[in-house]
DNA sequence: TCCTTTTCTTGACTCGCTCAAGACAAGCGC
DNA sequence: GCGCTTGTCTTGAGCGAGTCAAGAAAAGGA
């Protein structure tokens, strides 16, 4: 085990956890690529722990999200995303043509940073908020798109409709 | 047909589509339920047109939302909810525990209502406010539950860990 | 009324995720 | 270092939401 390692077994033990290596690796994949799903996830830790399986997968990354590891998020027709950034109060940006996530801080800092301007009787804890729009890579390539062929209407980039909020 | 048949038909046509039975069924539903989901719809629909499949209600919510008729709202954890009331700029409360939802009007009233501090390179075009949070009616019933029997946790409600935002 | 085009029905299928039971291994006490 | 307890992982089945494709049916203009 190296130093990072060390310092995940350290960080599970904190949290209650054991440690294992399926849990070894499902960090080591998250603290690579933030913002993954649980395919990718997959994907990424079998390079380190070729038997894993896909339950042994969602029940880490369940556990981590129950101890404060990881936080879940999930995008409107995406499958969920984890990321190790938590505890901080931060937002996202999401392209609406190919998927990517961005994180943005948050002016305000403290959860719930918003309140609504009539609860409805509801007691609210959280505000999520999700900016949507188009990555940089997406605009370059549909400017790309558009100055080879002119008739292009960028339409198609509604993964959903919805008045904006 | 009557007449408020005959003002979904014209609704209808003014965005294009064609006035059909399982149309008017869909839209019958959804304005009697708002924040309803496909399954909701379906059973809803199908008291006005027994024969309905569920594909033709996909069918009819996604030419709706196409054509700015309907709005997809998509809370983390839970199917895709349906509601009529589009062009307006508001947001939602969604309840932990039972997963109600209702509408909160925005204070700023234009899309997009927020804008990120740092936007990383994104053309940003909505903002997505979700607010979590307990409903009257659930505070009321975990009132009654923790009167009746003295420890309990609140940590229940917990649909999803994760920081609040 | 006919004809074209859109819409709906039928049926199979994918994807993300959950559930259950038994095997396995982490970590504590000795 | 060894055995035991208990939490964790593997295996395998299954569920719900949503999609895809092809042919039948119906809307609406000529």
Redesign the interface.
């Known amino acids: 085990m190296d130093a990072v390692e060390t310092t995940w077994a350290h960080q599970l033990r904190e949290a209650g956890l054991r440690v294992t290596r399926p849990r070894l690796s499902v960090l080591s994949v998250l603290a690579d690529r933030p913002h993954a799903d649980a395919g990718t996830i997959l994907t990424g830790a079998r390079e380190l722990h070729p038997s894993l399986s896909p339950q042994a997968v969602y029940g880490v990354l369940e556990a981590f999200?129950?101890a404060?590891i990881a936080?879940?998020?999930?995008p409107?027709?995406a499958p969920?995303l984890f990321e190790l950034r938590?505890?901080?109060?931060?937002?996202h940006?999401v392209?609406r043509s190919c998927g990517a996530v961005?994180?943005?801080?948050?002016?305000v800092g403290?959860?719930?940073?918003?309140a609504?301007?009539?609860?409805?009787?509801?007691?609210?804890?959280?505000?999520?908020?999700?900016?949507?729009?188009?990555?940089?890579a997406c605009?370059d390539r549909d400017r790309q798109v558009a100055d080879a062929a002119e008739p292009v209407q960028l339409e198609e980039h509604g993964i959903?409709?919805?008045?904006?909020?």
Chains 1, 2 share one sequence.
């Open positions: 999200v129950a404060g936080r879940r998020i999930e409107a027709g969920a938590v505890g901080d109060n931060h937002h940006l392209c961005a994180d943005v801080d948050c002016v403290a959860a719930p940073c918003l609504p301007s009539d609860a409805a009787g509801f007691v609210v804890d959280e505000a999520e908020v999700v900016f949507w729009g188009l990555c940089r605009q959903r409709g919805g008045a904006g909020a």
